[in-house]
């Protein structure tokens, strides 16, 4: 289980660095004795420690721990931040998060930054509170990234199905029972995740696959119709216009004097 950013309390900060290395290069370490977050605003490494990578990058923060042994390796030249800190908290491993905008964490690294190197009055409480600032955000956005692949798979298989029975009468009560969840959920959950109706997924993948057909020489509009599911010509050639802007048969035309 990923050690949670909001369990987190700092007892101290230690030292802000920022690390330019223009090379690629593999470094190993066994001694580290603080824990430490590193954040790049430039370039990729890969922390390997007990046989897992980690990733580091423009859309990842890495917590590191302490008395581990580790390597990394840095596949591109980067650009990087460090913050040495202490905490009561028990971290005993590596953990990467996903950042949501990863622009506006770079602003208050860069702030944390000046504001330890000159050391003016009050510099630690204001490094401090910026730090639990991007901590506090990249909880979020990590939690949120979370709970959204985890709800894409409570779909997926309703999804797969769509993909493979486009052609069959589809409702939500059938994908919802596909999917394990009550309809009203399955309803409510599908159109947060992909910001269309079931039924409107249901339709967007029927025209695209009669793009493909459309794109061939021996198919007719009314083949065409029925092979993606529609109950006729007429009913398709509505839904087509309407989700396209032209009818069938002007954008097979039209395709097909692009090509030429």
């Not at 800190?85 to 996903?98: E, G, L, R, T």
Request: charged residues 25%; positive net charge.
């Amino acid at each position: 289980m990923k050690f949670s950013l909001d369990n987190l309390i700092v007892k101290d900060i230690y030292a802000v660095n920022f690390i330019n290395i223009d090379r690629k290069k593999t470094f190993h370490r066994s001694d580290r004795k603080l824990y430490a977050v590193a954040f790049k605003f430039d370039g990729k490494t890969i922390y390997r420690c007990d046989g897992k990578d980690y990733v580091s990058d423009n859309e990842h923060l890495v917590l590191l721990p302490k008395q581990k042994e580790y390597t990394y390796s840095i596949l591109e030249p980067d650009l990087c931040v460090m913050i040495e800190f202490d905490s009561d908290a028990d971290i005993p491993d590596f953990y990467s998060y996903k950042i949501g905008d990863s622009a506006e964490i770079a602003k208050i690294f860069k702030r944390l930054y000046r504001v330890w190197s000159t050391k003016g009055n009050g510099y630690k409480l204001a490094a401090l509170n910026d730090f639990y600032t991007i901590l506090y955000k990249v909880h979020l956005s990590d939690t949120v990234s979370y709970e959204a692949s985890q709800k894409r798979k409570i779909l997926q298989p309703a999804v797969s199905y769509v993909q493979e029975h486009y052609k069959e009468n589809l409702t939500n009560e059938i994908l919802a029972d596909i999917a394990g969840i009550s309809e009203i959920y399955f309803r409510s959950l599908f159109k947060k995740i992909y910001h269309v109706s079931p039924m409107q997924y249901v339709r967007n993948v029927r025209i695209e696959k009669a793009k493909g057909l459309l794109l061939g020489d021996y198919n007719s509009v009314s083949y065409i119709a029925e092979a993606t599911g529609f109950a006729n010509i007429y009913s398709f050639s509505r839904t087509f216009k309407k989700e396209t802007g032209v009818s069938p048969t002007e954008y097979k035309g039209e395709t097909h004097t692009s090509e030429l």
